[in-house]
């Protein structure tokens, strides 16, 4: 039997996605090691980021191969820009690596590049990233008005949607997409992802200015 796309995608990437799940800055945040200031700075680069992915699907939102994705549902741009203003993180700065990750997405051409980054957001906050959620609220004391970010209640259980997002991975190739671009594009967004949290890393480590 054909081993299902959704699986080897997982697979053929797992190993830079551990990596980038392990960068010191999400260990120590994750960990309570850090403080509200920095969790902010984080979301202040998701801020940029997913303002630019969420204009990129929009622009595809009816091409054949990627409209099986596209879900408003899944917008996160609004709610970053809502828990910053919770957090009076409004004024923090973009970093290098956030704008790169921002321009790179700007530039993409194929709807199998753009269901890359798609797959990697937001699978990614939908798993990992409810745990995000829930520690930045124990750790930090942070309310859930400020954390909107991880609430995806309007898509009701999320192990359906997961499931059900996995069985549109599976089908791609039936829409006429290229697989090995998917693969290779997702590769592509955990090292920028990486490298955004390695700046942060430096950032908070040895702060050039406090992020407070």
């Known amino acids: 039997m054909t081993e299902p796309f959704s699986t080897r995608l997982k697979a053929s990437t797992a190993t830079i996605h551990d990596e980038v799940e392990h960068t ?116 930090y004391g942070l309310p859930s008005s400020a954390l909107t970010i991880w609430d995806f209640t309007d898509l009701g259980k999320t192990k359906p949607y997961k499931d059900a997002y996995r069985l549109r991975l599976n089908e791609i190739a039936s829409t006429g997409g290229d697989e090995q671009v998917v693969i290779d594009e997702t590769m592509t967004a955990f090292t920028l992802n990486g490298e955004l949290l390695a700046e942060l890393t430096a950032m908070t480590q040895h702060p050039a200015v406090p992020v407070a």
């Open 24 to 139: 010191t800055f999400m260990i120590d945040l994750m960990e309570g090691r850090l403080d509200a200031a920095a969790y902010s700075l984080l979301i202040r680069q998701y801020e940029v980021v997913y303002a630019a992915l969420e204009k990129k699907s929009r622009d595809f939102a009816e091409d054949p191969v990627f409209a099986p994705f596209h879900d408003e549902s899944l917008s996160r741009h609004d709610r970053i820009r809502n828990d910053l203003r919770e957090l009076g993180g409004t004024e923090l700065p973009a970093t290098r690596s956030a704008e790169a990750y921002a321009a790179h997405l700007d530039a993409l051409e194929t709807p199998e590049q753009i269901i890359a980054h798609h797959y990697t957001r937001y699978l990614g906050d939908l798993s990992g990233g409810q745990a995000i959620g829930a520690l930045m609220g124990r750790h």
